[in-house]
């Protein structure tokens, strides 16, 4: 087919984004726009507003009826009244329950995830520096349980804890007594470990993989024993990953549910579980939102720190 | 440098820490027994069992049609807003747009799910709709976090291709939306694939924001499973985990053997 000849030109191709261009000309809307906008206009009915009612319902307080909180505008006699509550808020700093689950909250993820760097520092750091065919199977392998149903997960793993589970038979074989790790703080800690792992070793890699090998060769002809190059060489080029994993593993450890409910015992205290008992057990939705807002608070703070570490990196 | 020891030991400890709990499972899931951590025998008897299971098998299919809808939906939404902040420089709200497609990352789940609900029920006492909860409402959440990932996803591989094949084609006089269509679409095509892939699998994992905005009778698979370890260990759920374990295995081959292949193309580029 020739379709340089004079005489038979190829017929124009129909193409069906022509039509789609001069659709959107017609309606006077340029594709710059709606690209924009689509994505935008969605996020904001649905995320940007939804924070906004949970603020507003957090400043009401719970009665029955549909739905059960008291309204914010009230209309008496034509003039709009606003009434706002701050009771809830209140509560939450004088209540001794919000104020203990705020606090286990951070201290049960600040110390899972300084487990978990202790766990994910070496792993990321011997595929790093493993041979080149074997770093992408090692890092599938890491990738691969990220995939896997993360509620499975946490139920495996209960599957290994529990009293006549996995780990006690094998222990048993020994003679050793059953250990209790169910519904304990400590099978909160390795469930949190468990499943946040992978989060933890994959801005490693990234970062240690970048690690020029030169320096170690310097340190190491200099005299440096390795504990000391790792110290004073590695240790220090490796922080903007080492900020980064840590932060993937603390914010959404601090709003955990999942973990608590299944592993943790009737003492575990964490405020995502707390946010779900006020509104699913409780039925307090005001309540509920002021929990919800007083978390955001708390996680913002890390978020920050997060946006800082990856600005650093990008400096560099 | 001289290899140590240390670092192959505990690289290999980690590693069977991550699979021991999921392998034991797989085991356990063809042991006859009906306790479930001690060995009788192998047997398929409770893959039969989960067959039976109409509640289950209704929750699955829910869940895969949620998935479905709320992966494409975040698909072409996430790969708008990538678009629009890696190839748009400048505009209007650029700093907001870009912080509130990334904010459901990392907002806690019991936010999220939180927050929805409340709008939707103040939606419905003002609009009149949603009129009660179920595969809609869990859809538009799910495509809300999803849509977040699809934007990392293409927004990376965008960023990663240099813009003059697109200005080449605007050249020789190809309109913006051809450009689109036939310049940037088959080059990011790999992340569009593993952005839906993503989306999918995330969907179909999600418990926390489903049990907010679900309505009765629309329980998703993960909120079945959550009643029923809740309850106790059954071994029913073991052999349910090991199909969902497998076809996971499988879709994370294929996404694999996709992104390679994509790789010579890649090069020529």
Do not use: D, I
């Given at each position: 087919m020739s379709s340089f000849d004079a005489e038979h030109p190829a017929p124009p191709r129909r193409r069906p984004w022509n039509m789609v261009e001069r659709g959107l000309t017609a309606i006077g809307l340029s594709g710059k726009a709606l690209v924009i906008a689509a994505p935008a206009l969605w996020l904001a009915i649905f995320f940007l507003v939804p924070l906004a009612v949970v603020f507003g319902i957090s400043l009401t307080l719970k009665q029955f009826g549909r739905p059960p909180y008291t309204p914010l505008l009230t209309t008496e006699e034509g003039t709009v009244q606003l009434t706002l509550h701050l009771n809830n808020y209140i509560l939450l700093f004088t209540d001794s329950l919000y104020v203990a689950a705020y606090l286990s909250s951070i201290r049960i993820a600040l110390i899972s995830t300084i487990i978990t760097l202790c766990i994910g520092y070496p792993m990321a750091y011997a595929i790093a520096r493993s041979p080149d065919r074997w770093r992408n199977i090692l890092l599938m392998l890491v990738i691969l349980p990220f995939w896997t149903s993360f509620l499975l997960r946490v139920y495996a793993l209960s599957g290994f804890m529990r009293g006549n589970g996995v780990i006690n038979q094998f222990l048993g074989l020994f003679g050793v007594e059953p250990l209790v790790?169910?519904?304990?703080d400590f099978a909160v800690y390795v469930g949190i470990v468990y499943t946040y792992l992978p989060f933890m070793i994959l801005p490693l890699y990234t970062n240690l993989v970048k690690l020029d090998g030169s320096l170690l060769e310097a340190s190491a002809d200099l005299g440096a024993r390795p504990v000391r190059t790792f110290l004073s060489v590695t240790l220090p080029l490796s922080m903007p990953g080492i900020i980064a994993g840590s932060m993937l593993v603390f914010i959404p450890a601090i709003g955990e549910f999942v973990i608590p409910s299944l592993l943790?015992?009737?003492?575990?205290?964490?405020i995502g579980r707390v946010l779900w008992d006020e509104f699913f057990?409780?039925?307090n939705w005001p309540r509920a939102a002021a929990v919800a807002i007083a978390m955001l608070i708390v996680v913002v703070v890390p978020i920050m720190l997060l946006q800082r570490a990856q600005d650093a990196v990008v400096e560099r | 440098m001289r290899r140590g020891w240390f670092l192959p030991i505990a690289a290999a400890l980690g590693f069977a820490f991550l699979y021991a709990p999921i392998v034991s499972l797989v085991i356990f899931s063809?042991?006859?027994?009906?306790?479930?951590?001690?060995?009788s025998g192998f047997s398929t008897k409770w893959y039969g069992q989960l067959l039976q299971d109409q509640q289950l098998l209704d929750a699955a299919w829910r869940s895969l049609q949620i998935a479905f809808f709320s992966a494409s939906i975040a698909l072409v939404l996430g790969t708008l807003c990538a678009v629009a902040l890696v190839r748009?420089?400048?505009?209007?709200?650029r700093t907001v747009l870009a912080g509130t497609v990334a904010a459901p990352l990392v907002m806690p789940d019991v936010i999220t799910g939180l927050a929805l609900l409340l709008l939707f029920v103040a939606m419905e006492a003002?609009?009149?709709?949603?009129?009660?909860?179920?595969m809609v409402t869990i859809i538009i959440a799910h495509t809300t976090f999803c849509m977040a990932y699809v934007t990392v996803v293409v927004q990376s591989r965008l960023a990663d291709f240099d813009g003059s094949l697109e200005e080449a084609a605007q050249d020789l006089g190809a309109t913006p939306v051809r450009v689109f269509f036939d310049i940037t679409l088959p080059i990011i095509a790999p992340a569009l694939v593993s952005g839906w892939l993503l989306g999918f699998t995330l969907s179909l994992d999600d418990l926390v924001i489903a049990s907010f905005v679900s309505g009765p009778g629309s329980s998703t698979l993960p909120m079945v499973i959550f009643s029923k370890v809740r309850l106790g260990v059954s071994p029913d759920v073991n052999a349910l985990a090991t199909i969902i374990i497998g076809f996971v295995a499988l879709g994370v081959f294929a996404a694999t053997i996709v992104q390679l292949r994509s790789r010579p193309k890649k090069a020529r580029v």
């Open positions: 790790m169910m519904q304990t943790g015992g009737p003492s575990t205290l964490m057990a409780n039925t | 063809f042991n006859e027994s009906n306790l479930v951590t001690v060995w748009f420089r400048r505009f209007r709200g003002t609009l009149g709709w949603p009129s009660g909860r179920g």
